[in-house]
Nanobody, 116 residues
Framework: QVQLVESGGGLVRAGGPLRLSCAAS????????MGWYRQVPGKERELVAA???????KYADSMKGRFTISRDNAKNTVYLQMNSLKPEDTAVYYC??????????WGQGTQVTVSY
């Protein structure tokens, strides 16, 4: 069992930065991949960024060059550094983790609102 606790969401003006954090607890050694998704009302939850236990990363095209995912294995924490935010980035951002047995875990979500 893995628990994910997100923090760092809030209100930010367009062009500004924001950093999200996700701390994992429980069966942390079972985690392989971690990542961030986002969702807005009426739309599908979409991948933002992901990282493997080996350090490989991937990003959605619209986030490349603006968002950076990083992982601190010692702290069992994954981060999402968001720069040059746009109003269309407004969404609930969810942390996720996948374990060796392919079980997916989700955080509670944190609201990010980007104003004009």
């Amino acid at each position: 069992q893995v628990q994910l606790v997100e923090s760092g969401g809030g209100l930010v003006r367009a062009g500004g930065p924001l950093r999200l954090s996700c701390a994992a607890s429980g069966s942390i050694f079972s985690i392989t991949d971690m990542g961030w998704y986002r969702q807005v009302p009426g739309k599908e939850r979409e991948l933002v960024a992901a990282t493997t236990s080996g350090g490989r990363t991937k990003y959605a095209d619209s986030m490349k060059g603006r968002f950076t995912i990083s992982r601190d294995n010692a702290k069992n924490t994954v981060y999402l550094q968001m720069n040059s935010l746009k109003p269309e980035d407004t969404a609930v951002y969810y942390c996720t983790a996948v374990s060796w047995d392919s079980t997916r875990y989700w955080g509670q979500g944190t609201q990010v609102t980007v104003s004009y």
